[in-house]
């Protein structure tokens, strides 16, 4: 055979060699002209190769390295790139004939598979390395049986538990290792237990007991211990029972703030006029309609609304209560609404949930919701028709389930014509109207109210007065009552404060209750001048209080003083607020 002959068909013997490797394979000249791509080049990048020789390495693979190595003759091994989701690992050589270099070659081998199977073991390994560092926790022993009961795994701490090695205990029954254990049973059943006592020589262990299912078969169970020893669980116990006893008391506090605590029971009074509104307020309970209820200052319309929201469907739900003319106006909004962190200087971090929010499910009460200004209304009227609220600050509207129970010492309706309320929010809150009547109106309620103030003033503050006298009671029955129940509740706190007696005698009743009916007050000494002029300054503003018919703007403009410094009177003086 000639030696063209044998170096052509050893040309085609290298040929086929090149393109039945698993390699790919990529020959390009001096010029970077592509002349060879073998099939395993063709399914790594996925292309045909007749469509490529002849074409710039570039156009296959852009700054391909390969041209550059055929340029300065520097061999590129081992190198890793990535080609699209693949991991390609090469060696490109430069080809050098006759001492001159005429082009390089690239072989390269997708290694994808290879990357993950290592990143799979190595996650595998860490793995291990994490249940290894559990299994041999220091602080908790563990064992594990199979369905045979028989000990597949058991940690240090439990093996020193038991006074065993490894080698003794793994593949034995556990009954022979703890004759006590209850495991066979959580085999048997399949129920887990917790918190068991185990008790072990002269040693004690809190235990959880599991079972090992797959597919819904029981193939074993693992036992551990809960704790090192006793001596934790009862430091874990400890601060468990503290945590619930906080609990419990934030729970109670949260409930003496949102919680309604009167019902119809404590409204005392046997008169036809407050028969009337007990009747038509219990009846009113029964729905989740709006109530107005109207009344004098004192006249108890909070109790009315506290019975009201504790007799009906939403008794479970909170009671907030908000006084809308205690309130500054530029809070008032916050208040009712709420408002989102950073929506105004000095905004509360995380936010604040408005009145409504906290009233949801439940119901909120409106105290003296004449007071509010018109933009106000208009707000709260929004929030009536459509149940939803916006904080300050937010963008998303809060859905609200809630009860509204306003209540106002002024006639809504006389606002109305003088255009201080709206008529459209008059109209969505006197659904239900209740009208109380005032003390001076039911001086038949007057005995059994004291009697019940009595009682309860006995208790707050550890006296054993036992009545009243029939003399002061006809002055207390006489008496107009401008404070309504409020007033006769304080008046009787400070009567009962001094009295050393068991029965309250005329003596012992106010100057000014005594003057009204046209009696001497025996008690009365000589006054002070700052005594007289404190006892004047209280009898102006309960008159005042009186002529307004309760309201305190109204009573505040009249005496020349702002309501801010009224309402401190009030509380100076232990008026009825």
Request: aromatic residues 6%; hydrophobic residues 40%; glycine residues 6%.
């Amino acid at each position: 055979m000639g030696d063209a002959v044998w170096q052509g068909e050893f040309t085609e013997i290298f040929r086929e060699v090149l393109e039945s490797v698993h390699n790919g394979v990529i020959v390009i000249d001096i010029e970077g002209t592509i002349m060879f791509l073998n099939p395993a080049a063709e399914r790594i990048f996925n292309c045909q190769a007749e469509k490529l020789l002849g074409q710039h390495i570039y156009s296959l693979v852009p700054n391909s390295a390969l041209f550059a190595v055929a340029k300065s003759g520097v061999p590129l091994l081992s190198d890793k790139e990535k080609l699209g989701d693949k991991i390609l690992i090469s060696n490109r050589t430069p080809i050098v004939w006759r001492q001159k270099i005429i082009g390089a070659v690239s072989v390269f081998q997708d290694i994808t598979d290879l990357e993950n199977v290592c990143e799979e073991l190595h996650t595998t390994q860490k793995l291990k390395a994490t249940l290894e560092a559990v299994v041999e926790n220091p602080h908790e022993g563990l064992v594990v049986v199979d369905e045979h009961c028989h000990v597949v795994m058991m940690n240090q701490f439990y093996l020193d538990v038991v006074g065993r090695s490894l080698e003794e205990v793994i593949g034995k029954h556990i009954l022979e290792i703890t004759p006590g254990s209850q495991l066979p049973e959580t085999v048997r059943t399949g129920n887990p237990q917790f918190a068991e006592l185990w008790k072990v020589r002269d040693r004690e262990f809190i235990m959880m007991r599991v079972p090992i299912k797959n597919n819904g078969k029981i193939i074993g169970a693992i036992g551990k211990t809960l704790f090192k020893d006793m001596v934790i669980a009862k430091v874990f116990a400890k601060k468990l029972i503290q945590l619930e006893n906080d609990l419990d008391y934030y729970k109670e506090e949260f409930r003496k703030i949102h919680v309604s605590d009167y019902t119809f029971d404590d409204i005392i009074g046997v008169s036809a006029s407050l028969t009337k509104a007990k009747n038509l307020a219990a009846r009113a309970a029964q729905s989740s309609s709006t109530v107005l209820i109207t009344g004098e200052s004192g006249t108890g319309k909070e109790i009315f609304a506290n019975a009201i929201h504790n007799s009906g469907p939403r008794r479970k739900g909170p009671f907030i209560k908000i006084n809308c003319a205690a309130v500054p106006e530029q809070l008032l909004e916050s208040e009712f609404f709420g408002y989102n962190e950073g929506a105004f200087t000095g905004a509360r971090k995380g936010g604040k949930p408005g009145k409504f929010e906290l009233a949801n499910r439940g119901t909120i009460f409106l105290d003296e919701a004449s007071d509010m200004s018109l933009s106000m209304q208009a707000k709260l009227l929004r929030v009536i028709q459509d149940r939803e609220v916006e904080r300050i600050g937010g963008t998303q509207p809060i859905r609200v389930d809630v009860r509204i129970i306003a209540a106002s010492n002024r006639d809504l309706q006389q606002l109305v014509k003088e255009n201080k309320f709206r008529l459209d929010l008059f109209y969505r809150i006197n659904v239900i109207s209740l009208e109380l009547p005032p003390l001076r109106e039911r001086s038949d309620d007057t005995e059994p109210l004291a009697n019940q103030l009595i009682a309860k003033l006995n208790r707050d503050l550890r006296k054993q007065i036992k009545g009243i006298s029939p003399q002061a009671m006809e002055v207390l029955k006489s008496y107009n009552w401008p404070g309504n129940v409020r007033e006769l509740g304080n008046i009787l706190e400070r009567i009962i404060n001094f009295c050393t007696d068991d029965y309250i005698n005329l003596e012992h009743l106010p100057a000014q209750l005594m003057r009204e009916k046209g009696l001497k007050n025996y008690g009365d000494g000589p006054y002070t001048l700052r005594q007289g002029l404190i006892e004047a300054e209280k009898n102006i503003i309960l008159n005042a209080l009186h002529v307004a018919k309760g309201n305190k703007m109204q009573a505040a403009r009249a005496l020349g003083i702002h309501r801010s410094v009224l309402y401190r009177k009030l509380a100076q003086y232990n008026l009825p607020e």
